[in-house]
């Protein structure tokens, strides 16, 4: 059996609620997008947010550290 998983997505209010260190100075909106095409949905975006971790890219690659609760990852992996 194939499992559905829907595709992430995070929200310029996720983004706007950390002000300018979530949308870096510019629109929420874009920074959102940025958020979502590295795979990243509202509830882990505000993880990285909240641990300081602006940067979508550098979350995915792992180059910010790790999150409290991640059981040693730097995110949780799909399926799994």
């Given at each position: 059996?194939?499992?559905y998983y829907?595709?992430?997505r995070t929200g310029a209010e996720t983004i706007r609620w950390y002000g300018e260190l979530?949308?870096?100075g510019g629109d929420a909106g874009v920074a959102a997008q940025a958020w979502m095409k590295a795979g990243f949905d509202d509830a882990m975006t505000a993880r990285w947010?909240?641990?300081?971790?602006?940067?979508?890219?550098?979350?995915r690659a792992g180059r910010c550290g790790r999150l409290a609760g991640a059981g040693g990852r730097t995110?949780?992996?799909?399926?799994r």
């Amino acid at each position: 059996m194939e499992v559905y998983y829907p595709p992430a997505r995070t929200g310029a209010e996720t983004i706007r609620w950390y002000g300018e260190l979530g949308d870096r100075g510019g629109d929420a909106g874009v920074a959102a997008q940025a958020w979502m095409k590295a795979g990243f949905d509202d509830a882990m975006t505000a993880r990285w947010l909240a641990a300081r971790c602006f940067d979508p890219q550098a979350a995915r690659a792992g180059r910010c550290g790790r999150l409290a609760g991640a059981g040693g990852r730097t995110y949780p992996r799909r399926g799994r």
